[in-house]
Nanobody, 115 residues
């Protein structure tokens, strides 16, 4: 089992920044990659960014150049550094841990960007 605890969402004006975090615990050794997904009202959940266990990051096209996914191995924590936020980034953001045979999810954190 892997447990994920998120924090750090909130309300910000367009152009601002947020940095939610996701702390993993439990069977950390099973994790292949950790990442962030988001789901806006009426839309499907979509991948935002992920980082492999070897430290290779990948960002989805809508956030390239604006978001990064740093991690702190000592704290088993990944972050989503979101800069130059836009109203269309408004969504519930979910942390994800991919293991062989499945995925684990955080509880979600709301990010709202006002225009």
């Amino acid at each position: 089992q892997v447990q994920l605890v998120e924090s750090g969402g909130g309300l910000v004006q367009a152009g601002g920044s947020l940095r939610p975090s996701c702390a993993a615990s439990g069977s950390i050794f099973r994790i292949n990659a950790m990442g962030w997904y988001r789901q806006a009202p009426g839309k499907q959940r979509e991948l935002v960014a992920f980082i492999t266990h070897t430290g290779r990051p990948n960002n989805a096209d809508p956030v390239k150049g604006r978001f990064t996914i740093p991690r702190d191995n000592a704290k088993n924590t990944v972050y989503l550094q979101m800069n130059s936020l836009r109203p269309e980034d408004t969504a519930v953001y979910y942390c994800n841990a991919n293991v062989i045979g499945g995925d684990y999810w955080g509880q979600g954190t709301q990010v709202t960007v006002s225009s």
